[in-house]
């Protein structure tokens, strides 16, 4: 017999009115539809769609997130700067996901700390835009913005924005996922092969200092295997995913209420962050994030003052829920150590408890004379030193990183073990937006965030 506890819990009106209180408010980093009944069309036939991830999910998450906010797991959330519909395939979804693995490994291991593991995966297609047009010689066009929108070529059709983008997206992000769970799930992530997660990459003093750490760990698992332990579970792992909420064309169709509790999830990701560019108090990203039940990051530049975070705190997170709110600062290393510790410090003394975590990458970008984006290693790896600095200056727990990484051999990022210089970078650059770390570079700065969280 069905109780009246198990019957589905319906959606208040006000509930539904409140979700849809964004079109109200000014929004920024939209595209420039040129068809708004298809749209329309694509919206409506998203929200026809199965959830991408589930609402039980999205509260484990927030419980995990919770436990690095107060010191007692970190956040490792990696993968690319905008994923393509080319890039979905089975050997690019798997280095990614290995290449996070074996970070999480290194961290774990290093730091003897849980380590919550997040790819920006199974989503992150769309990218904000400093400008709507680009120019090319004589040639103006809209801006690339992701192939959720329109494509890389710089041609008038491929440029033009396509709303059946938006369900292609979907049906890519699904598939994706779909892998993530099985290479988790299934046996690819048992520990007992930390060994195989090496192989196919060239050999270089990341590797080497990897394959240590992997002996180690192998020989601590048969010392309890021999013991008598069970180590079922450690053939499985979790693993989240996570986006910018950029597109509301997308991000509003994949919200759903829970049946159990009638409140609403984007159930397009399990984490959802709000960018730099689009954190306006009174703007559509923020009021929209607010209602839904996901835990949720914020992205904080350099000129970000402690009266905007405060107020962010308030609209994001009124009451003050342990995992609710993540704070993603992208200072620049140069910026870091001056911009970061009067935030902190006004946060402390209030009564909130968000988890802060470094984004390392998008306040180091530079071009070279040849025309390529690119970061210098160097600054990503003193924007991380520069982080834990101001956190052990102010007293708190410095709770995750956030980087753009790939698990391939690429040579986006200059520096490393590799010694990647600018004549170096043509040989193998592949992102169509922002250059990533690759394979090896990303080792490296897991071993530098495993010493730094055991010096904290």
Same mark, same amino acid.
């Given at each position: ?15 539904? &009115? ?64 905008? =994923? *393509? ?33 997040? !790819?920006?995966?199974?989503?992150? @297609? ?10 090319? !010689?004589?040639? *103006? ?44 799930? !299934? ?50 792992? #979790? @693993? ?14 994949? *919200? &759903? ?27 559509? %990203? ?27 705190? =308030? ?30 410090? *006004? ?38 030193? !520069? @982080?834990? #600095? ?48 690759? %394979? ?6 897991? @071993?530098?965030?495993? =010493? ?5």
């Amino acid at each position: 017999m069905v109780t009246m506890t198990e019957l589905p819990v319906p959606a208040s009106p006000e509930v539904m &009115r409140g979700l849809d209180h964004w079109r109200t408010l000014p929004i920024k980093q939209q595209p420039d539809w040129p068809d708004s009944a298809a749209v329309a069309n694509a919206s409506a036939e998203l929200a026809t769609l199965p959830p991408l991830v589930f609402a039980g999910e999205v509260d484990i998450l927030r419980d995990r997130l919770a436990a690095a906010a107060n010191g007692t797991a970190f956040l490792l959330q990696g993968g690319d700067c905008a =994923e *393509t519909f080319a890039g979905a395939t089975a050997d690019q979804i798997r280095n990614r996901v290995k290449t996070i693995l074996q970070m999480a490994v290194v961290l774990t291991y290093g730091a003897s700390m849980p380590i919550v593991k997040m !790819g920006r995966m199974a989503g992150q @297609f769309a990218k904000p835009r400093s400008s709507d047009l680009e120019t090319r !010689g004589e040639t *103006t066009l809209p801006a690339y913005r992701g192939d959720i929108v329109n494509g890389y070529d710089f041609t008038g059709e491929s440029r033009t924005p396509d709303a059946s983008r938006l369900v292609r997206g979907y049906h890519m992000a699904a598939s994706t996922l779909n892998l993530i769970r099985a290479f988790t799930q !299934g046996g690819f992530a048992d520990l007992r092969e930390v060994h195989s997660w090496n192989q196919g990459f060239a050999r270089n003093p990341a590797n080497v200092r990897y394959e240590k750490l992997a002996a180690e760990i192998d020989r601590a698992i048969k010392f309890m295997i021999a013991c008598g332990a069970d180590f079922e579970a450690l053939k499985r792992t #979790e @693993f989240y995913i996570s986006h910018e909420a950029l597109l509301m064309d997308y991000e509003r169709p994949l *919200t &759903r209420i829970d049946s159990r509790t009638g409140t609403p999830y984007d159930t397009s990701a399990h984490f959802v962050w709000i960018g730099e560019r689009t954190r306006q108090l009174d703007g559509a %990203h923020v009021d929209f994030l607010s209602r839904v039940r996901n835990p949720i990051g914020v992205k904080l530049g350099p000129t970000t003052s402690p009266a905007d975070v405060l107020e962010l705190i =308030e609209k994001l997170d009124p009451n003050r829920e342990p995992g609710r709110l993540t704070f993603i600062t992208r200072m620049g290393a140069g910026q870091i150590r001056d911009a970061l510790p009067p935030l902190l410090e *006004t946060v402390k003394a209030s009564d909130a408890n968000p988890l802060w975590v470094t984004d390392p990458m998008h306040g180091n970008g530079l071009t070279t004379p040849t025309g390529y984006k690119t970061r210098r290693f160097d600054d990503v790896v003193d924007e991380v030193k !520069g @982080f834990f #600095e101001a956190h052990r200056a102010v007293g708190t727990f410095p709770g995750g990183i956030h980087i753009e990484l790939t698990g391939d051999d690429v040579t986006e990022c200059l520096g490393g073990s590799e010694h990647i210089d600018e004549a170096t970078l043509a040989t193998r650059y592949e992102s169509l937006c922002d250059p990533r770390l690759n %394979h090896m570079q990303s080792l490296e700065l897991a @071993f530098l965030v495993a =010493e730094e969280l055991v010096a904290r």
